[in-house]
T-cell receptor, first 112, second 117 residues
Framework: DGGITQSPKYLFRKEGQNVTLSCEQNLNHDAMYWYRQDPGQGLRLIYYSQIVNDFQKGDIAEGYSVSREKKESFPLTVTSAQKNPTAFYLC???????????FGPGTRLLVL | GNSVTQMEGPVTLSEEASLTINCTYTATGYPSLFWYVQYPGEGLQLLLKATKADDKGSNKGFEATYRKETTSFHLEKGSVQVSDSAVYFCALSGVWENTGTASKLTFGTGTRLQVTL
């Protein structure tokens, strides 16, 4: 079954804790993206990656980190430096250039 | 920089009514334009797209025309159904900082559509 998977569906973070959100794809797409969605707002870009072992900051990268060790995987870590992490996090992939971006089902992060 | 403005919601319609959700954009160059739909608790699904001026994207009875002269990409449907209730996002894509394989999507804030029987 082809597509983009994100896990977990819900994630709870305690104060001062780092948490990692998973994004995996089997579409063989080169580019991968992480977006944050807050209620009543559009999506904002956190990080993106064009190729393995390379990634770039988006508009709101502070308090987040990523890695791209495999083409299929682009995990996002929400660090303790992110003071307002409660949001819906969406991963997207793109074959290249001006191609369409396709989105995963999302992970909702809540703070305890 | 690029920006997208879409009409505020919620939009509440009766089933079989016609729908228009306005979207206008500001961009340099020749962006591609998209409508995405988001159902409660889910990710975004591509609804339709247009890549150049005067292109019309269409899918599932929805359509939108890329109007460069008015910088608009309004979403229309002739007869909505209860199952169309969702949040609709207009977005544009432009090549970002000569990245080659990556492009930046700029989103509007979304318009919630509620369709009642």
């Amino acid at each position: 079954d082809g597509g983009i998977t994100q896990s977990p569906k819900y994630l709870f973070r305690k104060e001062g804790q780092n948490v990692t959100l998973s994004c995996e794809q089997n579409l063989n797409h080169d580019a991968m993206y992480w977006y944050r969605q807050d209620p009543g707002q559009g999506l904002r870009l956190i990080y993106y990656s064009q190729i393995v072992n390379d990634f770039q900051k988006g508009d709101i990268a502070e308090g987040y980190s990523v890695s791209r060790e495999k083409k299929e995987s682009f995990p996002l870590t929400v660090t303790s430096a992110q003071k307002n992490p409660t949001a819906f996090y969406l991963c997207a992939t793109q074959r290249g250039g001006r191609e369409t971006q396709y989105f995963g089902p999302g992970t909702r992060l809540l703070v305890l | 920089g690029n920006s997208v403005t879409q009409m505020e919601g919620p939009v509440t319609l009766s089933e079989e009514a016609s729908l228009t959700i306005n979207c206008t954009y500001t961009a340099t160059g020749y962006p591609s334009l998209f409508w995405y739909v988001q159902y409660p608790g889910e990710g975004l699904q591509l609804l339709l797209k247009a890549t150049k001026a005067d292109d019309k994207g269409s899918n599932k009875g929805f359509e939108a025309t890329y109007r460069k002269e008015t910088t608009s990409f309004h979403l229309e449907k002739g007869s909505v159904q209860v199952s169309d209730s969702a949040v609709y996002f207009c977005a544009l894509s432009g090549v970002w900082e000569n990245t080659g394989t990556a492009s930046k999507l700029t989103f509007g804030t979304g318009t919630r559509l509620q369709v009642t029987l």
